[in-house]
């Protein structure tokens, strides 16, 4: 009498055909997930240079927009950039404006430095510090007679990307 069903033979040979399926598509499948997993690493680079450039061009735009508005006229204006070892230093003018760089109270001091992988900003008075960047591995600053010179590396996944900035001052 026959019955009716699978033999494990039928059943052994279907099971490898299913496997073998599952293993082309998920190699079709991870190959179009790559590139877009590339364009996000390399957004996210962006991204990080991007907020990095944009709190430096603010600095280097001339001047601290908050402390302009409650002191005097010439207030928050930038009057003063070294560079110390791995930190950038920039003196904005104080309440009592003088036109020099004094490098202490009433002036405003910025630092800027890498710690770990992070770009900080540090505001002297306040005593506040502010990731303005992640995954930064180095920052090479360089004084120009005019400006500075900033050489940023960034990381992110294997993917490492660099980015130049040059300022003027105002």
Known sequence: ???AGF?????????LLMTILAVVTAGAW???GRPS???VVRCRIHQEAEAALAALACDFGGGLGEQALHGARDAGRLVGRRVAGTQLQLCFEGESPNGAADWGSPDTVVVYDVQGECLTRWNQPSGTTVTVARCVQSVQWTELPDGIRAEMTISYRGLTRSFTLVTRDP
């Open 1 to 3: 009498m026959w019955r």
């Open 7 to 15: 033999t494990v033979l039928e059943f052994m040979l279907t099971s």
């Open 30 to 32: 991870s190959g179009l």
């Open 37 to 39: 997993v590339d364009a």
